[in-house]
């Protein structure tokens, strides 16, 4: 019943910009810390960013700082990635993720995750 389903991806030049969105259905929707993940193929995942229950804390990886911007709208249930200034290296399957916590201490120590997307594909060229 669940859903979560990005959308937003594509083929971009580098130097381009890209937004992402993210929607869910059937949860409360800001119950829940949102997170952005990408993973390349052959390499591990990557947490990108991460924002908190109303969007009053937002936290980056920082392979893009700078040029990534995190944002979320409670009333849409629709999580955003604003990519900037895109590389190459940036080329990957972008994910969705729902997390589950009762205290915010940013991205890296969060573990419960019971609601993903099934990714959208971000593709850079040179």
């Known amino acids: 019943q669940v859903q979560v389903v990005e959308s937003g991806g594509g083929l971009v030049q580098a130097g381009g910009s890209l937004t992402l969105s993210c929607t869910a259905s059937?949860?409360?929707?800001?119950?829940?810390?949102m997170h952005w993940f990408r993973q390349a193929p052959g390499k591990e995942r990557e947490g990108v960013a991460c924002?908190?229950?109303?969007?009053?804390?937002?936290y980056y990886g920082d392979s893009v700082k700078g040029r990534f911007t995190i944002s979320r709208d409670n009333a849409k249930n629709t999580l955003y990635l604003q990519m900037n200034s895109l590389k190459p290296e940036d080329t990957a399957m972008y994910y969705c993720?729902?997390?589950?916590?009762?205290?915010?201490?940013?991205?890296?120590?969060?573990?419960?995750?019971?609601?993903w997307g099934q990714g959208t594909q971000v593709t850079v060229s040179s």
């Open positions: 993720a729902a997390e589950e916590t009762e205290v915010f201490l940013g991205c890296t120590s969060a573990y419960n995750f019971p609601y």
């Open positions: 059937g949860l409360t929707f800001d119950d829940y810390v």
């Open positions: 924002i908190n229950w109303r969007g009053s804390n937002k």
